[in-house]
Every structure is written in C-alpha cells, then in structure tokens.
C-alpha cells in the first residue's frame, strides 16, 4: 500500500506542480486446455512529478516512493520544465482549477482468496467447460486481476487517493463438428476484485452456458452477404462504437490534431435519437465499471455530454486544452503507470438507452442481422471502423435466423449513427475494457441495441 497522504511534501512544490505515487498490481493466470501455462503476480511501484513553467511541461519519475525518490523528481521535473519552456517559446496558459480533496477506493469484504485457491477456481472452470461444451477441441482460460493504487497531491492544493480494481477471465473455445470449426473468445468481468466479481462461479457458468450455445450455433453457421444491411447492434458492438469510433474522435488532443469533429461543437453528427455521454463515476443510479472521482491532473470529475440529441456538445479535456479551447477539464486526464504522464482519456463512454424493445426492432427488419459479439477493431480520427463480428445471427422477415460465421461490420460511424431508426431500452456496459492510447488503461463503454445501417464483409 502506498502514502495516502502526501501532504508533508506541500511546502516542496513550487509554480504548478503535481507529485504522484502510484503502484499497479497484476495478477496474470493462463490455463491450455487444463495445463497451467503461467501464474505470475507483478507490481510497478514509482513516484512522478509534473511541472507546468512558463508554457512548457516537465516531467520525471523514479521507482521507489520515499522521500529520496519525491526529492529526486522534484529537482528533475523542475529542470524539465525550465529546459523545455526556454526553448519552446510557447504562451502561458491559465490552468488553474479549483482543489479537489477525494478518497475512493473499492476493496472487498469478503475473506481475500489466495492465488492457489484462484488457480483452482480456474480448473474448476475449466472442468465444466470439459463436461458441458459439445464439440469443444481447445480452450483457454485467461484470468487478470489489476490494481491501480494512486495518491497524488498538487500545489494547488488538490489531494486525491484512489485503488481501482478489475477482474477478468478471457475465455477462447474452439469447436469442431463434421469438419467445420468455429471458435469465440468472450470477456468477463467488472471493475471489483475476485471475491466480488466471481464469488461461488454461478454467474459465470450462466454465461459459460450461453457461450456454449452460440459456439455450436456458429459450427452450423453460414457466411453473410456482403454488403450494407440493417443491422441491430447489441450492447457489446455498440459500446465498441461508442467508444473507439466516437469516444476517441471527441478527445480533444485528436481533435486539435485534425479529427473528424475539428469545427463541429454545436453541428448535428448523428441522428436526434442518439446521445452518448462518458461518465465519471455513476450511471444510471450505479457505479460506473472505472468509477473516476478525481483524475490525475488533481481535477474533479464530472460527466461529459459527448453527443446530446445528435448534436456534438462536448470535447474531452485535460488542463492545458481546456485552457487552450476554452473548454472544461472533467477528470479525464490518466496516467497508466508512474512512469508516464497522463493524458486524456475516456473513463466510461457510452450510447444512452432509448425506448423501444429489443423484440420490436427485430421485428421490423425484413432482412437484416442481430450482432451480438465483437472481437478485435479499429478506428481512426475520420470515424471510420472496422470491427470483428464474432456472434451474429440473420434477421428474416422480422425472425432472428441461423448464426453467422466471422465477419466484420465497418464504416464510418457518425454515418452509422445519423442511420440510427430505434434505440432499444436495455442498457448493459463491458466490463472488461481496456484501452491503449497509448498507454494501457482500464475502460468503461457501453449501450443500448441499435438498429442502424452499416456495411458486413461476407465469405
């Protein structure tokens, strides 16, 4: 565990300064086919500091987090950010913000379960995998628990302590029946620790036995035709799209950079019945799955109105391009490690839900697809997506059909989203997020079902 309180070191920082500690702790497990193939427990314990001179940054960190590694960074950061703002000529930016004092963090209640008692669970899992898969060749189970501990403290006066956790298992099944083979890859998890994101395993054996069901699915699937179709985007492909084809589009270091949305604040982007929003902390009257109450710029955090009724509101901000482009900082600055400097970031984006039934919208299209899985993808600044298909299924005169095998769904997502006819009234988030831009963070996204247009890769 790291200081929670820095507050000893407040006479040491001078101009804007902040000083961070932060340790991440992994746990990493990985079960082939019953074999265990790694079980290793990591931390990355550290101190950084971040100096804002004159219109230029300095940066320095070290291991450690004792009073020699906090002086160490101190005096660097500080020569940084002299060096830098001498030769970058750069204006002074006014980016003061009011001090923010927050403690959060999420530990469990329960009796903490040893690494030899996880790894167990694991095989159990697997064993059930073995009696209740038909069909099932290969199969692999990833597990990763990680802990972000962070205390931070600025001259501003801004003092922050926070430990996140998130739990997962990645489950790979392959399949193979009469010569054909299929294979899915499924997330689950949530921003809690082992105890409370599995506890006694029913839950995940429930979606062990829907996983099941949509492998031997897949085995009898056919290809679909290519080409653009009504689509009904479920909560995992829709999360997606929030997240990578919008989400990052509105971070306002892409924006400025020349992203899609440059000059579109108040300009209608999608259909009035989409609005997407990326929440701090609480959703929907529940804790979001990366609750953020304060970021690591030591700036409060509040929600962000990304797309409201189809019109742009709102760019994702940290200190210096709020101050640059008058925006407002929400807490959307983070920092993966202590190593590196933090950046802007999503915390927990997300489509909102609508009002119609998920039933209804399958009933209205002739022909079309429901696309209930999604695999790897990517986007760029333009919007434009590509993204695996890895569980569908056809739509036929308003009746889901036969499942799909591997697709991709792709094009350009404010084009998708100004296609949007319904939005369903159910709303589930992945849990299971992880973001790399580029620095490896824990992520919230999420949605409602969304009948839309977009264009499928066929055979």
Not at 83 to 104: C, G, T
Request: hydrophobic share 40%; charged share 25%; glycine share 10%.
């Amino acid at each position: 565990m790291i200081e929670r309180d820095l507050n000893r070191y407040a006479d040491k920082l001078r101009g804007y300064t902040e000083l961070r500690l932060q340790e991440n702790r992994n746990l990493n497990i990985n079960l082939l086919n019953g074999t265990l193939m790694a079980n290793a427990k990591t931390s990355l314990l550290g101190t950084s500091v971040r100096v804002y001179d004159k219109g230029g940054w300095g940066f320095a960190s070290a291991p450690g987090t004792g009073p020699d590694a906090v002086s160490y960074c101190l005096g660097r950061a500080a020569e940084n950010a002299a060096f830098l703002s001498a030769r970058r000529n750069s204006e002074k930016l006014d980016i003061a913000l009011p001090p923010v004092r927050s403690e959060h963090e999420i530990l469990t209640v329960k009796p903490r379960s040893t690494q030899k008692e996880i790894v167990d669970f694991l095989r159990e899992t697997d064993q059930y995998i073995v009696s209740n898969c038909r069909n099932i060749f290969s199969r692999r189970l990833w597990f990763g628990a990680l802990e972000y501990e962070k205390s931070l403290l600025t001259s501003e006066g801004s003092s922050v302590y926070s430990l996140i956790p998130r739990t997962r298992i990645v489950i790979f099944l392959s399949a193979e029946k009469d010569g054909k083979r299929a294979e899915l890859r499924k997330i689950i998890g949530a921003g809690r620790q082992f105890e409370d994101t599995f506890g006694d395993g029913a839950a995940l054996r429930s979606e062990l036995d829907s996983l099941f069901e949509h492998l031997n699915n897949k085995l009898d699937g056919v290809f679909p035709d290519a080409g653009e179709w009504d689509c009904v985007l479920a909560p995992e492909m829709s999360g997606m799209l929030a997240h990578e084809a919008i989400g990052h589009t509105a971070e306002a270091d892409s924006v400025l950079s020349g992203a899609v949305t440059r000059d579109k604040l108040g300009k209608q982007v999608a259909s009035p019945i989409i609005s997407l929003t990326d929440f701090a902390h609480t959703a929907f009257g529940a804790a979001c799955p990366v609750p953020i109450l304060a970021d690591d710029e030591g700036a409060g955090a509040s929600d962000v109105p990304i797309i409201r009724n189809g019109v742009l509101e709102s760019y994702l901000h940290n200190r210096e391009s709020a101050a640059l482009m008058g925006g407002k900082a929400c807490g959307n600055a983070r920092a993966a490690t202590f190593g590196d400097e933090p950046i802007i970031r999503m915390r927990n984006t997300a489509i909102l839900p609508g009002k119609d039934s998920l039933e209804d919208m399958i009933s209205s299209v002739d022909r079309g697809y429901l696309l209930l899985g999604s695999g790897d993808g990517q986007a760029d600044s333009t919007g434009e997506f590509l993204f695996g298909v890895t569980i569908g299924y056809e739509i036929r005169s308003g009746r889901v059909g036969r499942a799909i095998k591997d697709t991709t769904i792709s094009g350009l997502a404010y084009d998708v989203l100004n296609s949007a006819k319904t939005v369903s009234n159910r709303f589930e988030w992945l849990n299971g997020g992880m973001c790399s831009k580029p620095q490896m963070v824990t992520v919230g996204m999420g949605g409602p079902d969304i009948l839309c247009r977009a264009r499928l890769g066929g055979k």
